[in-house]
């Protein structure tokens, strides 16, 4: 059984930056792709980031969302099955209960959350004006 636990959220004042850890367990890591999405109060879940075991997508193995493009940073140490993701520049709209989310090898639109198989329980973070 695959688990993910992230860390690292909490409350941050506007232009400050926070990094989420999301530790996986239950199986070999490295070989699937991880994500990032958030959910605000009443709204969607949407997604943040993901990146790839390999290069899948269109200019290497990592890919954003528009709203945090050039803020957020997706990485992953396989030797401790762990992905991150380092924010910078945090805004209040950034605020939600973000989730780590693991999906398959391949997979052709990382945006899409019904890609993803396995979800961490969420870390809130929360950007003060």
């Known amino acids: 059984q695959v688990q993910l636990v992230e860390s690292g959220g909490g409350l941050v004042h506007a232009g400050g930056s926070l990094r989420l850890s999301c530790a996986a367990s239950?199986?070999?890591?490295?070989?699937?792709?991880m994500g990032w999405f958030r959910q605000a109060p009443g709204k969607e879940r949407e997604f943040v980031a993901a990146?790839?075991?390999?290069?899948?997508?269109?200019?290497?193995?990592?890919y954003y969302a528009d709203s945090v493009k050039g803020r957020f940073t997706i990485s992953r140490d396989n030797a401790k099955n762990t992905v991150y993701l380092q924010m910078n520049s945090l805004k209040p709209e950034d605020t939600a209960v973000y989730y780590c989310?693991?999906?398959?090898?391949?997979?052709?639109?990382?945006?899409?959350?019904?890609?993803?198989?396995?979800w961490g329980q969420g870390t809130q973070v929360t950007v003060s004006s």
């Open positions: 989310a693991e999906g398959p090898a391949y997979i052709t639109v990382p945006a899409n959350q019904y890609s993803y198989t396995y």
């Open positions: 990146i790839s075991w390999s290069g899948s997508w269109s200019g290497g193995n990592t």
């Open positions: 239950g199986r070999t890591f490295s070989s699937y792709t």
